[in-house]
């Protein structure tokens, strides 16, 4: 007799953003550093950038011009302040965001992915802790991956059911990338710092009930691609390079037929409901948009996240997913890039309960 694999689920999701809003404050703190040409250009080009709003962790008088505050120091913080602020930050977000969930108590495992700062004990033990699981309950951490490490949890997530249909996963990414700023005169890497932002999202994940079923899931590595993003521990904290040529790299390869197919498992294009792309910045959207011909409303989701919020590395696919959980579609993919340059995906499609 042949015994059907469990259908893994996201139940629910919920995200939490700070409520410090510093899209205008890092605005005059990146102007300071350049001369009046390139404050102009500066200016214009973030005006085109698709980001309304921004939050972080960081007080106003801590990303304020005042002496004293946290970049306004003669000496760029080092990476142990950032560590330090890390330590005490990024777990009170994350359980903002949990909070809303219910069914806490009844957690068997617990994911936790974030690339924007390390402790040990790990963020899955302060917020196993905090949150009173049991102590059996499993853990995994996914670090240091960059912004698709939130596909990376899922798709865990979903795995862990496949193989114990009792399982009740808690999957969170947090993610506090204000706090790798980087003082510099270079305009490229100044406007590459302009998309991020700090957020968290958590998400339930079963066998059982309404929600986002998790279907199979993708992976891929572009060429000679490994320099285009790169994240790199400092002395001052984690800096990020992010080349102008990604959204071209990523456009052409999405263009390609074969890749295309591989992404969408050989369906055509506009027969996929829903799309949860990434919005790692205005450039992005629009490389996938062109690349995938997909039609404007498909990536409304993803860019009215980005106005919203920005870019909050490995947390922004699940606000994105959370928004189109709404729209219960028939057939969804998710798609998130990083360092590599990599994307990772996964397929999705609303079911009411045991079956679809």
Known sequence: MRVSKPEPRINAIATAVPTSECNGRYTDWARRQLGEREAGLLDRMLQRSGIGNRYTVLSEDDTHEAAGSFYARPDPPSTADRMAVYAEKAPELALEAIGKLEGLD?????????????????????IARRLGLAPTVERVV??????????????????????????????????????????????????????????????????DG????????????????????????????????????????????????????????GQPVETIDAWAVHPGGKSIVDAVE???????????????????????????????????????????????????????????????????
């Open 142 to 207: 996914i670090g240091f991956m960059g912004c698709y490490a939130g596909v990376t949890a899922l798709r865990t997530a979903g795995h862990i059911v496949r193989s114990d249909p009792s399982a009740r996963v808690l999957a969170v990414a947090v993610e506090l990338c204000s706090l790798h700023l980087q003082p510099t005169d270079r305009l490229e890497s100044l406007l590459a710092m302009a998309q991020f932002a700090d957020g968290a999202a958590a998400a339930m994940v079963t066998a």
């Open 106 to 126: 009844r957690v068997t495992h617990l994911v936790v992915a974030s690339c924007t700062g390390f402790t040990a004990p790990g963020l899955d033990q302060v």
């Open 290 to 356: 062109r690349g995938l011909g997909l039609p404007p409303e498909k990536v409304a989701a993803s860019r009215g996240v980005l106005q919203d919020c920005g870019n909050m590395s490995s947390a922004t696919v699940l606000f994105v997913l959370e928004r189109l959980m709404a729209e219960k579609p028939a057939s969804g993919i998710a798609l998130a890039f990083g360092p590599g340059l990599a994307m990772e995906g996964l397929r999705f499609a609303w079911t009411e309960g045991n079956g679809r």
């Open 210 to 265: 309404p929600g986002l079923a998790l279907g199979e899931g993708l992976s891929m590595t572009l060429e000679e691609s490994h320099s285009l993003i790169t994240w790199t521990i400092g002395d001052t904290g984690f800096a990020m390079e992010l080349s102008g040529d990604v959204p071209l790299r990523l456009g052409e390869a999405l263009a390609d037929e074969e890749v295309a197919a591989a992404v969408t498992a």
